[in-house]
Every structure is written in C-alpha cells, then in structure tokens.
C-alpha cells in the first residue's frame, strides 16, 4: 500500500486515470467536473446528504480530481488556467496525449493538439463545445450503483436512465480537427475550416457528422464564411489508398455513397450557446439566406433532391441538454418546423416515396404473378374441358371412359398388347371376352379368346397377313399356324395362302395325282413331274 501511495500519491486507481485519460483525449481540456460527468455519471446523484451543491460537487469529482493529480505528478496531465466561474482546467501533455490514444486505440496523428493555453482567457468555447459533446453523448448512469442511496437521488438517476438516449460513445466524437482545403492532413494550409466536433456513429444512424458550436459573438456572415470553408473541403478531391480518385474527406472517414441524384455532402450541425451579445433567433434566419446556394435542393414529386448540397442544421445548446438529440429541437435550414437530429439530417420524405414506390411495385409484381396464375388456370382448366370433350364413351353402354380405360384402349408402343375391344368401356368389355368362352356341352365355333401371351406375340408384326391369291386377311389360326416357328414344329408349305385358298390348293394337287396323298402316308416320296403346264407352279 506504501508503494502505491508513493507512486500514486493521491490514491488514484488505474481505473479512474484511464477515465481521465479517455476523456481530455477528446476534449482536449477540460474541468474535474466535466470528466466526471462524462466517464461516471452515476456520482452525480451521490454525497445529496451535503449541505450545499459546492461541497457536493467536491465529494463527487474528488475521486477525478485525485486522478489528475497523479497524472500530473507523472508529467501526462497539468493545469491550463481556470473558467470565468473558478473551475481549475485540466488539459494533456504531449506524452498525456500519446497515452491517451492508446487508451482510445486511436491513432496519434488524429488526437489534435494539447490545447495549453485554451484556459489562459477563461475558456468559454471550450466549455461549451465540453457540453455540447455531453449533450449529445448524454452518459447513463448506473443505478446498480446507487443502491445505498436515498430514494430521491435512486428516482432521478432511473429518470435519467428511461428518458431519451444519446448518441454514439466517447470514442465516437473527436474535436479541433482541421478539414483543409489545401496541404494535407496532418499540415493543413491556409484557406481551410476547423471542425469543433466530428461526430461518427454508424451504429446510431449518424455516419458523419460536423458539429460548429457560436456562442453567439460571430455574426451571420462571419459564420456563413465558414461553411464556405467546408463546401472548399467538401469539393476537394484525392486519391486513395487504391488509387481511386474519391472526396478528400472519404479518405479518413465512412459513410453511405447515398442514392443516384440525390448524394448530399456529410452535414453540418450549428450549436448556438446564447452568452454573446448576437440574438441566435435573428442570426439563424439571415444565415439562412447567405447560404442558401450551399443548402437549397431541387423540388421533385413530394421531396427535394440534395445532390452536392450541404444539409445544415441549428439548435440552441439549451434545448440540446433538455431534449437530447431525440428530441424535436433542430431547424435543417429550408424545412418548416422542427425535427429530431435524425430526421433534420435525412430526407425523410424522399424515404416515404421510395417506400411507396418499394411497395407500388411490389403490389404491381404480385399483381403479375396473380394473373399469371389466373392465365395458367384459365389455360390448365380450358385444357381439361377440351380433353373432356374428347374422352370416348363406350359403344355399348355409353359410359365415359376413364384415364386408364382410356390409355389403354389407345396404346400403340411396342411391347403393349393391343386392345381387343377398344371401344368398350372396361365393364363391358370383360362382358364381351367372357361371352366368347363356350359353355360346358356347347361346341359351337366361336373365336377364340386372345390370352396376353398371344396378344404380344401378334404385337411384333405391323399388319394382319393377306393371302396372295384372294386378298382375304388372314384369320388368327391362319396366322398363328404360318408363323408357327421352333423345331418341333412342321414347316406351313404355303405361308403366304389363307386357309380356304391352301385347302383349294390340296385338293387340286390330290385332283391331279391320284397317288401322291398315299405315297405321302407310307412315306415315299412323290415323283417330280418335268412338264410344262399350270400345275407347275405347285412344285417343291
């Protein structure tokens, strides 16, 4: 603990000179009470048992002040003067500031400068651009904390907790960074602006975001001059890392590219702080007017257009600690009426139109694909009529048939044995090939029934054979006779003759050779007849 006390003599922990270090980071210089404010807000609602606001002022920034001591005892932090109403300021030192942007993983070349001696005139911009970052930031504090507290100082800290929230962390805000219109970055040439906060929280709705705060000793030209300074930054350009030519300010900072015709520069956001002798409800308007060729957009259907415009924004500081950046207290210059932060800095109207296009064309494409399906209904069921209209009806009893009656009634690929009464329905048809059995003791001649087996067999052959002689086509025992094939089987002498004509045939050869049909019987051959005449054309 000796050891402690002596490198840290004031009992600071690291804890609270990290706090120290973040927030003079950022702002640069700044009182105990500020960084208090900022880095652990939830002291403000403690040591209410003080007897005046003085004494708990010191008990609650005591533990920051006891920090900074440390820090300056370290060669980071020291004394820059006092404010008009006595407050010690505490600002950074050069090693101060490298240590601070370790502490904010920010690059050093983007920490700005010490500001030694901001404090050597009381201040006061300083001050207020202080309370417009904790305005805007609005710090919650945490009640978790405040358990030993009384009940009123618990009731306050949850008002706080539930009202409208901030914008970003400390880290998202920056302050004195120089925007030039000429030299570089890090050696900015004359002619250029100096931005007293840069705003950047994505994660909030706010890419980018330039913050001028007046404590209204400048006139309206004087600050109309200055945004002359941005639009000069705004339309320089440079190349990037990859060699593109891009805006000066896109090389350090990100935001949207914006929508085709309408890509406005990143805005600027005035903070009036009412202590000077100028009436900010008269500066406003007159400012207004000497830059309305920096702000005014382009009338369209409902909303304007602000492509290669500036949006600029006022507000009074009061109005910003009472309301918050949620709160309907920014004027964006050309509008009617006031908006939250958001709104002011967006085109909401042109989001409502593209909304309502979004959704014209989505109603449009369902509507398409409504009466494409309707069509494809209309087409599918016209289909099924026409079909309907061609389905047979059986000859017999004039039922319709169905799909598979059919399909199978119709079949002509090979291999699919053809149909023996296409044009009866399944019912009757089953009927018919069972009339064609004969019945027990009936021997009467009736064609035979068609099993499947032969029904294949006769499918390999395109056409029913027709003799050569008569033209009679042939009957199915005809046929199967003559294509009777296998050995065991005797070999048709006349194949291309129906049964009547071969019968004829025989009869004619048994006419004219009286012997022939006994000779074939006991197996003797009959003699092959060498003359001429009509009966040669029966020769073997």
């Given at each position: 603990?000796?050891?402690?006390?002596?490198?840290n003599?004031?009992?600071?922990?690291?804890?609270?000179?990290?706090?120290?270090?973040?927030?003079?980071?950022?702002?640069?210089?700044?009182?105990?009470?500020?960084?208090?404010?900022?880095?652990?807000p939830?002291?403000s609602y403690?040591?209410?048992d003080?007897?005046?606001?003085?004494?708990q002022?010191?008990?609650?920034?005591?533990?920051?002040?006891?920090?900074?001591?440390?820090?300056?005892?370290?060669?980071?932090?020291?004394?820059?003067?006092?404010?008009?109403?006595?407050?010690?300021?505490?600002?950074?030192?050069l090693?101060g500031?490298e240590?601070?942007?370790?502490?904010l993983?920010?690059?050093?070349?983007?920490?700005?400068?010490?500001?030694?001696?901001?404090?050597?005139?009381?201040?006061?911009?300083?001050?207020?651009?202080?309370e417009?970052?904790?305005?805007?930031?609005?710090?919650?504090?945490?009640?978790?904390?405040?358990?030993?507290e009384?009940?009123e100082?618990?009731?306050?800290?949850?008002?706080v907790?539930?009202?409208?929230?901030?914008?970003?962390?400390?880290?998202?805000y920056?302050?004195e960074v120089p925007?030039?219109?000429?030299?570089?970055?890090?050696?900015?040439?004359?002619?250029?602006?100096?931005?007293?906060i840069?705003?950047?929280?994505?994660?909030?709705?706010?890419?980018?975001?330039?913050?001028?705060?007046?404590?209204?000793?400048?006139?309206?030209?004087?600050?109309?001059a200055?945004?002359?300074?941005?639009?000069?930054?705004?339309r320089?350009?440079?190349?990037d890392a990859?060699?593109?030519?891009?805006?000066?300010?896109?090389?350090r900072?990100t935001?949207?590219?914006?929508?085709?015709?309408?890509?406005?520069?990143?805005?600027?956001?005035?903070v009036?702080?009412?202590?000077?002798?100028?009436?900010?409800?008269r500066?406003v308007?007159?400012?207004?007017?000497?830059?309305?060729?920096?702000?005014a957009?382009?009338?369209?259907?409902?909303?304007h257009?602000?492509?290669?415009?500036?949006p600029?924004?006022?507000?009074?500081?009061?109005?910003?600690?009472?309301?918050?950046?949620?709160?309907?207290?920014?004027?964006?210059?050309g509008?009617?009426?006031?908006?939250?932060l958001?709104?002011?800095?967006g085109?909401?109207?042109?989001?409502?139109?593209?909304?309502?296009?979004?959704?014209?064309?989505?109603?449009?494409?369902?509507?398409?694909?409504?009466?494409?399906?309707r069509?494809?209904?209309e087409?599918?069921?016209?289909?099924?009529?026409?079909?309907?209209a061609?389905?047979?009806?059986?000859a017999?009893?004039?039922?319709k048939?169905?799909?598979?009656?059919w399909?199978?009634?119709?079949?002509?690929n090979?291999?699919?044995?053809?149909?023996?009464?296409?044009?009866?329905?399944?019912h009757?048809?089953?009927?018919?090939?069972?009339?064609?059995?004969?019945?027990?003791?009936?021997?009467?001649?009736?064609?035979?029934?068609?099993?499947?087996?032969?029904?294949?067999?006769?499918?390999?052959?395109?056409?029913?054979?027709?003799?050569?002689?008569?033209?009679?086509?042939?009957?199915?025992?005809?046929?199967?006779?003559?294509?009777?094939?296998?050995?065991?089987?005797?070999?048709?002498?006349r194949?291309?003759l129906?049964?009547?004509c071969?019968?004829q045939?025989?009869?004619?050869?048994?006419?004219?050779?009286?012997?022939a049909?006994?000779?074939?019987?006991?197996?003797?051959?009959?003699?092959e007849?060498?003359?001429?005449?009509?009966?040669?054309?029966?020769?073997?």
């Amino acid at each position: 603990m000796a050891g402690k006390r002596k490198t840290n003599p004031a009992g600071s922990s690291n804890d609270l000179r990290g706090d120290v270090l973040r927030v003079l980071g950022v702002l640069k210089v700044a009182t105990a009470d500020q960084v208090q404010r900022v880095a652990r807000p939830h002291l403000s609602y403690r040591h209410s048992d003080k007897a005046t606001p003085s004494e708990q002022k010191t008990a609650r920034t005591a533990a920051h002040a006891g920090a900074l001591a440390d820090l300056r005892k370290h060669g980071l932090a020291e004394n820059g003067g006092r404010t008009r109403q006595g407050e010690v300021l505490r600002n950074l030192t050069l090693k101060g500031l490298e240590a601070a942007s370790h502490e904010l993983r920010r690059p050093l070349s983007e920490m700005g400068s010490t500001a030694r001696g901001a404090g050597s005139s009381g201040a006061s911009h300083p001050m207020a651009v202080n309370e417009t970052v904790i305005a805007m930031l609005r710090p919650k504090p945490d009640v978790a904390l405040l358990a030993d507290e009384p009940a009123e100082a618990v009731a306050a800290a949850r008002a706080v907790v539930d009202g409208p929230g901030g914008i970003g962390t400390l880290a998202s805000y920056a302050t004195e960074v120089p925007l030039p219109a000429t030299g570089t970055w890090n050696a900015p040439g004359k002619g250029g602006a100096q931005a007293d906060i840069v705003l950047t929280a994505p994660q909030d709705g706010v890419p980018l975001l330039f913050i001028e705060v007046d404590n209204c000793h400048e006139t309206a030209e004087e600050i109309a001059a200055k945004l002359e300074k941005y639009a000069r930054f705004y339309r320089r350009r440079m190349k990037d890392a990859d060699g593109k030519e891009c805006p000066m300010w896109r090389t350090r900072w990100t935001a949207p590219e914006g929508r085709y015709g309408d890509m406005p520069h990143p805005p600027v956001l005035l903070v009036f702080n009412h202590i000077g002798a100028r009436d900010p409800n008269r500066t406003v308007p007159r400012l207004a007017d000497l830059t309305r060729h920096l702000w005014a957009g382009e009338r369209e259907d409902g909303y304007h257009l602000y492509d290669g415009k500036i949006p600029i924004v006022a507000t009074g500081l009061r109005n910003l600690r009472e309301h918050g950046p949620a709160g309907p207290v920014f004027w964006r210059f050309g509008r009617p009426g006031n908006q939250t932060l958001l709104e002011a800095i967006g085109n909401p109207r042109r989001d409502a139109a593209d909304a309502r296009a979004r959704e014209e064309a989505r109603a449009r494409q369902d509507e398409y694909q409504a009466q494409v399906r309707r069509a494809a209904q209309e087409q599918a069921a016209k289909k099924a009529a026409e079909r309907e209209a061609r389905r047979p009806v059986c000859a017999d009893c004039g039922a319709k048939f169905t799909d598979e009656r059919w399909e199978a009634a119709q079949a002509t690929n090979r291999g699919t044995p053809k149909d023996t009464h296409p044009h009866l329905c399944d019912h009757c048809m089953h009927r018919a090939n069972t009339a064609k059995v004969p019945a027990p003791g009936n021997q009467g001649h009736l064609e035979p029934v068609r099993d499947g087996a032969w029904q294949q067999h006769f499918q390999r052959h395109g056409r029913r054979p027709v003799c050569t002689n008569c033209g009679a086509e042939f009957t199915d025992e005809r046929w199967r006779a003559v294509e009777r094939v296998g050995w065991g089987g005797a070999q048709e002498p006349r194949p291309s003759l129906c049964e009547d004509c071969d019968r004829q045939a025989v009869t004619e050869v048994q006419q004219a050779w009286p012997g022939a049909h006994r000779q074939q019987e006991h197996g003797q051959a009959v003699p092959e007849q060498k003359g001429g005449g009509w009966l040669a054309r029966f020769r073997s």
